[in-house]
């Protein structure tokens, strides 16, 4: 695999220092990773809240985009995790990102650097909705994230 | 037979057609004078080199498109004092408009190479470099022989991961004239010079297509080619606004004969508007709208389509809740009592729904008239192609049965040549037709059409004889080409004559 060494030093890095609210949650191969989440301001939006991110590698990372979403399990009880509520993220985890698009990767961010855009993107966000369609698209949608053509229409949240 | 060959060589003998194009004006204004289509009027036609339906056009090999972008880099080049490389990105940045980016690096020099993603100071020739304690950010590989490369941004990664990157870029995405440095929102173009340092050799012939095919899609002036795996682009002045008027039929090198305006198969002597609108509606209606036509009738009051799957003549429409009798269309309260059988036929409320009712099954069947025509024109030209393709073995045992010689078969070829063009302008006439409204004109464009379709009609059936007897046939196969194709040429002639001086009248707003 191209990027075994990136994803090792990667890895090596976060496990010495993450910025707060990011943790790493699963690790164990150079396939999958899972990453918390926590938004760590006052937004009410997502107080108190811990969301789950799925990171999953391809063979030609970090030239190409890794598929990043959000995950629901493991939603137990005692470690709730729900898809957070934001115009840009649908219900069913995909998120809609321009950084994470292969025209808007650079082979320069890392799972660090996504998780902290999107940490952002929560932060700064005040709407209390899902994108437009949501409902149809979580019905009908059976494609991969980076296989659908978003439209990145809205620079602003 | 002169005239023929002329024509049949449309494509390649464009070229003259600058030349010749002063004597044809007289020729072709005498015939806009007159419609009545007399024979010495035709014959006028026929000799002509240049068709009133022909346009002008260039075909260009990728040789050609690289001369030309190469001719207006370089002028770009020495007009700003810049690098051919820079200049480069200028242009495709500016999609080749050369006067508006000229005029917008004048204004503004700085703005302008930022927009296109050039930085402001330009290196002479790009070299990689070891650089000792450098660690590469996108592998983190480090050593003191990787090679690594930085433009002029100054984002430094190993010459390695900059091949993957461009490999992906170019290789998967398709990408070529936008590249971007892989740093993080660095925005500055991977230039050619840059490119060339880097990957390999099949990688920068597949950059070279793929600029070339930025080149073509930037110029409103050139198209592509759209037969499969045709390399070649057509250069044309016809503009968009202009296809109202006129019909561009173009002919690649490859024989491909196709519209410049829209690179659907020629579809003279319809215009391309009226053909998106037919094909659309193709699409939407016909095979429902036979079945349609066929099976059901329409509720006299509301006009739901009913089907009647059994039962009954007395129908209550699901919509409107309308009552009335499916044999004779009237009020089923007039039926009384005779519930099982209608013999009313000649009432009054009956044959006021029967009208209505016929009115609106007239528009259907005024479409699937037109329509069944075309599209059997359509399958036409493709049996006509099947033939073709047995056309050669024909030839052989022809030649092997009559003793006549490869050229003297021939004509066999010519035949089917201009079979299935008239096939293909036949097939159209009825896509126009179907939008025109009657008058003086369409009366003569269906003679026209009439007479190509007889002529059409019997070149097929003479054609498909057995070898012996083609032979025999061979001078009436002669006469009826050279007939088929000089009412061809009439027919579009007459059309795009009326399309250029506006005199058509359409039944809808286009």
């Given at each position: 695999?191209?990027?075994?060494?990136r994803?090792?030093?990667e890895?090596?890095?976060?496990?010495?220092?993450l910025p707060?609210?990011?943790?790493?949650?699963?690790?164990?191969?150079l396939e999958?990773?899972h990453?918390?989440l926590?938004?760590?301001d006052?937004?009410?939006?997502?107080q108190d809240?811990t969301?789950?991110?799925?990171?999953?590698?391809?063979?030609?990372y970090?030239?190409?985009?890794?598929?990043?979403?959000f995950?629901?399990?493991?939603?137990?009880?005692?470690t709730p995790r729900?898809i957070?509520i934001h115009?840009?993220?649908?219900?069913?985890?995909?998120?809609?990102l321009?950084?994470?698009?292969s025209?808007?990767?650079?082979?320069?961010?890392?799972?660090?650097?996504?998780?902290?855009?999107i940490?952002?993107?929560?932060?700064?966000?005040?709407?209390?909705?899902?994108?437009?369609g949501?409902?149809?698209?979580?019905?009908?949608?059976?494609?991969r994230?980076?296989?659908?053509?978003?439209?990145?229409?809205d620079?602003n949240? | 037979?002169?005239?023929d060959?002329?024509?049949?060589?449309?494509?390649?003998?464009?070229?003259?057609?600058?030349d010749?194009?002063?004597?044809?004006d007289d020729?072709?204004?005498?015939f806009g004078d007159?419609?009545?289509?007399?024979?010495?009027?035709?014959?006028?036609i026929?000799?002509?080199?240049?068709?009133?339906?022909?346009?002008d056009?260039k075909?260009l090999?990728?040789?050609?498109?690289?001369r030309?972008?190469?001719?207006?880099v370089?002028?770009?080049?020495?007009?700003?004092?810049?690098?051919?490389?820079?200049?480069?990105?200028?242009?495709?940045?500016?999609?080749?408009?050369?006067?508006?980016?000229?005029?917008s690096?004048?204004?503004?020099p700085?703005q302008?190479?930022?927009?296109?993603?050039l930085g402001?100071?330009?290196?002479?020739?790009p070299?990689?470099?070891?650089v000792?304690?450098?660690m590469?950010e996108?592998?983190?590989?480090?050593?003191?022989?990787?090679e690594?490369?930085?433009?002029?941004?100054?984002?430094?990664?190993?010459?390695?991961?900059?091949?993957?990157?461009l490999?992906?870029?170019?290789?998967?995405?398709?990408?070529a004239?936008?590249?971007?440095c892989?740093?993080e929102?660095?925005?500055l173009?991977?230039?050619?010079k840059?490119?060339?340092?880097?990957?390999t050799?099949?990688?920068?012939?597949?950059y070279?297509?793929?600029?070339?095919?930025?080149?073509?899609?930037?110029k409103?002036?050139?198209?592509?080619?759209?037969?499969?795996n045709?390399?070649?682009?057509?250069?044309?002045?016809?503009?968009?606004?202009?296809?109202?008027?006129?019909?561009?039929?173009?002919?690649c090198?490859?024989?491909?004969?196709?519209?410049?305006?829209?690179?659907l198969?020629?579809?003279q002597?319809?215009?391309c508007?009226?053909?998106?609108?037919?094909l659309?509606?193709?699409?939407d209606?016909?095979?429902?709208a036979?079945w349609?036509?066929?099976?059901?009738?329409?509720?006299p009051r509301?006009?739901?389509?009913?089907?009647k799957?059994?039962?009954?003549?007395?129908?209550?429409?699901r919509k409107?809740?309308?009552?009335f009798?499916?044999m004779?269309?009237?009020?089923?309260s007039?039926?009384?009592?005779s519930?099982?059988?209608?013999?009313?036929?000649?009432e009054?409320?009956?044959?006021e729904?029967?009208?209505?009712?016929?009115?609106?099954?007239?528009?259907?069947?005024?479409y699937?008239?037109?329509?069944?025509?075309y599209?059997n024109?359509?399958?036409?030209?493709?049996?006509?192609k099947?033939?073709?393709l047995k056309?050669?073995?024909k030839m052989?045992?022809?030649?092997?049965?009559?003793?006549?010689?490869w050229?003297?078969v021939?004509?066999?070829e010519?035949?089917s040549?201009?079979?299935q063009q008239?096939?293909?302008?036949?097939?159209?006439?009825?896509?126009?037709?179907?939008?025109?409204a009657?008058?003086?004109?369409?009366e003569?464009f269906?003679?026209?059409?009439?007479?190509l379709?007889?002529?059409?009609?019997s070149l097929?059936?003479?054609?498909?004889k057995?070898v012996?007897?083609?032979s025999?046939?061979?001078v009436?196969?002669l006469?009826?080409?050279a007939y088929?194709?000089?009412?061809?040429?009439?027919l579009?002639?007459?059309?795009?004559?009326?399309?250029?001086n506006?005199?058509?009248t359409?039944?809808m707003e286009?």
């Amino acid at each position: 695999m191209f990027a075994t060494k990136r994803l090792g030093k990667e890895l090596l890095k976060m496990k010495e220092h993450l910025p707060p609210g990011i943790t790493i949650a699963k690790s164990e191969n150079l396939e999958e990773w899972h990453m918390d989440l926590q938004v760590l301001d006052d937004n009410p939006l997502y107080q108190d809240q811990t969301y789950r991110l799925k990171f999953t590698f391809g063979s030609k990372y970090p030239i190409e985009p890794p598929e990043v979403q959000f995950i629901e399990s493991p939603n137990t009880p005692s470690t709730p995790r729900p898809i957070p509520i934001h115009p840009h993220i649908y219900s069913n985890g995909i998120i809609c990102l321009d950084l994470l698009s292969s025209a808007g990767w650079s082979p320069v961010q890392t799972v660090e650097s996504v998780c902290v855009s999107i940490q952002s993107m929560l932060t700064a966000n005040t709407r209390n909705e899902r994108p437009p369609g949501d409902s149809d698209f979580v019905s009908y949608n059976r494609r991969r994230p980076r296989d659908i053509n978003f439209f990145y229409d809205d620079d602003n949240v | 037979m002169e005239s023929d060959e002329d024509f049949m060589s449309v494509g390649s003998s464009n070229d003259d057609f600058l030349d010749t194009q002063d004597s044809d004006d007289d020729s072709l204004e005498d015939f806009g004078d007159d419609f009545d289509g007399g024979f010495s009027k035709d014959k006028d036609i026929i000799a002509t080199s240049r068709k009133p339906y022909e346009v002008d056009f260039k075909v260009l090999s990728p040789g050609d498109i690289e001369r030309e972008q190469n001719i207006q880099v370089t002028e770009v080049s020495s007009i700003l004092g810049l690098p051919p490389e820079s200049s480069a990105i200028l242009l495709r940045y500016g999609r080749w408009n050369r006067e508006k980016l000229i005029e917008s690096y004048m204004d503004h020099p700085e703005q302008t190479l930022d927009a296109a993603g050039l930085g402001n100071h330009f290196e002479t020739n790009p070299v990689t470099q070891k650089v000792p304690g450098f660690m590469c950010e996108i592998c983190c590989e480090d050593g003191p022989d990787l090679e690594t490369y930085a433009m002029r941004c100054g984002h430094r990664f190993c010459v390695d991961c900059y091949r993957h990157y461009l490999g992906q870029k170019i290789r998967e995405e398709g990408e070529a004239a936008r590249i971007e440095c892989p740093g993080e929102s660095c925005h500055l173009i991977v230039d050619s010079k840059s490119l060339e340092l880097l990957v390999t050799r099949d990688l920068r012939d597949r950059y070279h297509a793929l600029l070339m095919r930025t080149y073509v899609d930037d110029k409103e002036n050139l198209r592509w080619c759209p037969a499969p795996n045709c390399e070649y682009a057509i250069d044309c002045p016809v503009k968009q606004r202009d296809l109202r008027r006129v019909v561009p039929t173009v002919q690649c090198f490859c024989k491909h004969f196709f519209c410049f305006g829209c690179t659907l198969n020629d579809h003279q002597p319809a215009p391309c508007l009226l053909v998106k609108m037919w094909l659309q509606k193709c699409e939407d209606d016909s095979e429902t709208a036979n079945w349609i036509s066929a099976n059901t009738k329409e509720c006299p009051r509301c006009h739901s389509t009913i089907e009647k799957n059994g039962g009954c003549n007395h129908m209550t429409c699901r919509k409107c809740k309308h009552e009335f009798c499916w044999m004779c269309m009237g009020l089923w309260s007039e039926h009384g009592t005779s519930w099982y059988n209608c013999n009313r036929y000649e009432e009054k409320s009956g044959s006021e729904a029967r009208t209505e009712q016929a009115r609106s099954r007239a528009s259907l069947e005024r479409y699937l008239h037109y329509y069944n025509r075309y599209a059997n024109h359509e399958q036409s030209a493709k049996l006509d192609k099947d033939l073709y393709l047995k056309t050669e073995k024909k030839m052989t045992s022809l030649q092997s049965q009559s003793g006549l010689s490869w050229i003297e078969v021939q004509f066999l070829e010519t035949a089917s040549q201009a079979l299935q063009q008239c096939r293909q302008t036949l097939k159209w006439t009825y896509a126009f037709a179907y939008y025109l409204a009657r008058n003086n004109l369409t009366e003569i464009f269906e003679d026209n059409q009439k007479d190509l379709e007889m002529a059409v009609e019997s070149l097929s059936e003479m054609f498909e004889k057995p070898v012996p007897e083609l032979s025999k046939l061979k001078v009436d196969i002669l006469d009826k080409t050279a007939y088929c194709t000089k009412r061809r040429v009439i027919l579009l002639s007459d059309t795009a004559e009326n399309l250029k001086n506006g005199e058509w009248t359409f039944n809808m707003e286009w």
